[in-house]
């Protein structure tokens, strides 16, 4: 119906169109026409479907048939088996077509054998079936059982022919070991010339075991002429064109002498074409970055060449018409197939942009995954604070009464005056139980004899319940005690899992910006390093963000140059706009091995720093740790931290906080963040009452911006000049209080500033009598010196001087000095190299 609806409205259609009135009948015709063509079309579109679903079968239907016709040394042909066997067991659905094919194929051989390769497949047949009912017929197998199945039936032949012979027989087992070789040839090249094989790259024996294989199948041409042009030399020049285009020199010249080589053992007159499909190879191969033009090129000179010197002019005519058809399907070859062929040899643009392609959708599968923990680990963190937030909301009367109800179960219960005082005096009852709690709580109990009189008056086991009280008031605090570890567990949980969660979402951005396709700026550097007259292995850019470039370079420089850091990073300085320079150098593990060199942004300011401490009594051991690292952003952190107390214990709690804030600013986590989970941590480490103090100082080495975090230290103090800046807060120490309050001082420093960090030792070393803070700033307006390290000593000597030579408590000083990096060589202009532009970054 709808078929007729459609077709009735075009007839409406042509006749507004035409001006012309369709007859009755003549509608009706049409009808039926259109739809005719319309069951044609998809008639047709139908066969297109299915020749496209099975185009692999009939190229590997096709491929049996000149494999069947093939024949080496004028008599061998072992190719036939050695497909059939490999088809097997890697396409079984269609081997019984193979079979045919090659069967068919040996009929227009030049000496016709179909029967012998119909009885070489059907004894291979069998041979195969007979391991497969033992379980033993695997694909590994297939040689040994083409050895077999060719030797038996060609040993066959020779004993029922005419004469016996040393010849024949050798024959014989040349055929079976040319049949066993030319297996293991399928094997590799099958999968690679139906593209079924999954490797992103081809190795140098799957690639030559290809060329076997075609040039295999172009010995089956051997004898066809069309229009005086040798079949198998047009098909051989096209796929050495389609090689060296695609693959370059090399594996044009490699394909030039396997097609010539076999093409020479089917046919004795061909022996020239090994050196000239090589050498023409080689020259178009050479020639492929001029395109399809150029390459054509470069094999019609090489074979012309050859051809004039080797053959007659009607040779030299021939070879070069075959040579220009050969052009001729280049050309119209499509360069999506030249793409795909590129793809998969090593050594190609093509090859290595699938490389990185492949990179990098991993590095979003990735990236995409680690986004998936880090929401997992966010959500856990939320369940987390969840959880603590419902126990907030617990009302201290719920506790009290709950408190209340388990004293008066235990001692009211058998009393014969419950119900008067429970029911009749109950506000009374109720207030006489709050003000026995407070007592308790205060710790205040009184004897009996000295317990007040209302409380006796209304209650005759006063006593009783103020002793029952107690214990229940001891197993009350203990019950808090232990719901406080767990909720302070759960906090730090939930806090650690929100710094895990951070981290793992910046590594994932980190994951998403390293797997941006930055081959062509590689590409770019190597041309401008190689146009200074520096040859370089290879070239790896990790990352070209401004202000964090990571490039690694690896060459073969000889020892005693240092190219890398007077040429190659000044030139990378110029191109790239920022100072450049070099991090590290990895010496190669064997001789001949490149070195590695790995290039990233210079800091705009450098750190020097300086340390001074004493312990208390002239101790070995000092209450007081500090630190001075890179943590590897851009950042450089120095910091001090003073444990409670002096000695080995005091020691543990501040290197234990050290420790742990380095490593959880090391992996990136928020300073805030940080600071709060080593408190967690150090609030529940222990039962005793344990605390340090921590002195932080993060200082950007791109903009001097230094953040200053100070829980529970001395103030700090920046000399820049003749002034003398105080930087201070007022915070509790860390491992006291669950919640703390992290103040975060941020500071603008300039170059030659000086920033001076000390624990209590040195800042309360004139006592209480004295204005600490213009005291210690006179005396550091006062040092003579510039040089952190002679300013540590000097103020701890100062300090010690001040007692008259007694260390009265740890002393820690910690001197920082911020200053202009200057590179130790120039970046330089060199003339053709243009800038490098950098990816846009990932957010």
Known sequence: MRNTINSEWWCRLVEKENVVQLPKGNRTNLIQVMMRKGREWAAARHFIQVLLAKKWTFLLVGVAFLLGRAVILESLMPFAAAYFAVIYFLRRDIYLWVAISLVAGSWFAADPAPMWIAMEIAVLFLIVKGLESYERAELSSAPIVVFAATLLVQLFGVFIGDSLSWYNFMMVVVEAALSFVLTLVFIQAIPVLTMTKKSASLKNEEIICLMILLASVMTGAVGWMIYGLSAEHVMSRYMLLLFALAGGAPLGASVGVVAGLILSLADYGAI????????????????????????????????????????????????????????????????????????YVPGTNEHAKSQHEYARRVREVTADRVTQYSDVFRQLSRSFGQLNQSVREVKRDDEINHFMGAVAQKTCASCHRRDACWEDKYFHTYKMMTDMMTVVEEDRVPRPKDMPKSWTAHCVKAPLVLSDMQQQYELYKNNMHWKKQIFDSRQLVADQLVGVSQVMEDLAKEIKREGQTLHLQEEQIREAVEGLGLSIQGIDIVNLEEGNVDIEVYHTFGKGFDECRKIIAPLLSDILGEHIEVKSEVPPLRSGEPTLVMFGSAKQYEVETGIAGAAKGGDWLSGDSFTMTELGNGKFAVAISDGMGNGERAREESSAALSILQQLLQSGMDEKLAVKSVNSVLLLRSSDEMFATVDLAIVDLYSAQTTFMKIGSTPSFIRRGNEVILITANNLPIGILQDIDVDMISVQLLPGDTLVMMSDGIYDAPGHAVNKEMWMKRIIGELKTDDPQEMADALLERVVRYHEGEIVDDMTVLVARIDKHMPEWASFRWPGISKVERPRTVS
Do not use: C, H, N
Request: hydrophobic letters at 55%; aromatic letters at 6%; glycine letters at 10%.
């Open 272 to 343: 020239v074409q090994m050196s000239l499909l090589a050498f023409a190879g080689l020259l178009a191969g050479l020639l492929r970055e001029g395109g399809k033009m150029a390459t054509a090129f470069g094999m019609l000179l090489g074979t012309s060449i050859l051809s004039i010197y080797v053959g007659s002019q009607a040779d030299v005519m021939s070879s070069t018409w075959e040579s220009v058809a050969a052009a001729t399907m280049l050309m119209l070859t499509p360069r999506a197939m030249i793409r795909t062929i590129s793809r």
